[in-house]
């Protein structure tokens, strides 16, 4: 099993910056891609961010410009850098990562356990 402990959340003015930052635990894997999905009360989960092992990044239309993703492959760390916070950026953030076991032909799914993002106007 792939464990992803996340932490950076927590409560922000708008047009406050956050950093969030996720690590994946698993000796036996290869961690592939890695990313960021959100779920505001009432909402499904979206996509926010992804990152590719090869550091190619995508963004949600409604982040671009604002959010900045980015990935330390020696630590299986990826980070979410969100600035000019806005109320509708708030959620519950989710880790995400497909990695692959070393005994196994296909990736899998992993998820973190979230962590909120509350931004006040």
């Known amino acids: 099993q792939v464990q992803l402990v996340e932490s950076g959340g927590g409560l922000v003015q708008a047009g406050g910056s956050l950093e969030l930052s996720c690590t994946a635990s698993?000796?036996?894997?290869?961690?592939?891609?890695m990313g960021w999905y959100r779920q505001a009360p009432g909402k499904q989960r979206e996509l926010v961010a992804t990152i590719g092992r090869g550091g190619q990044a995508n963004y949600a239309d409604s982040v671009k410009g604002r959010f900045a993703i980015s990935r330390d492959r020696t630590k299986s760390t990826v980070y979410l850098l969100m600035n000019s916070l806005k109320p509708e950026d708030t959620a519950v953030y989710y880790c995400?990562?497909?990695?692959?076991?070393?005994?196994?032909?296909?990736?899998?799914?992993?998820w973190g356990q979230g962590t909120q993002v509350t931004v006040s106007s």
């Open positions: 995400n990562t497909w990695a692959t076991a070393a005994w196994a032909i296909k990736e899998s799914e992993y």
């Open positions: 698993g000796s036996t894997f290869r961690i592939n891609d």
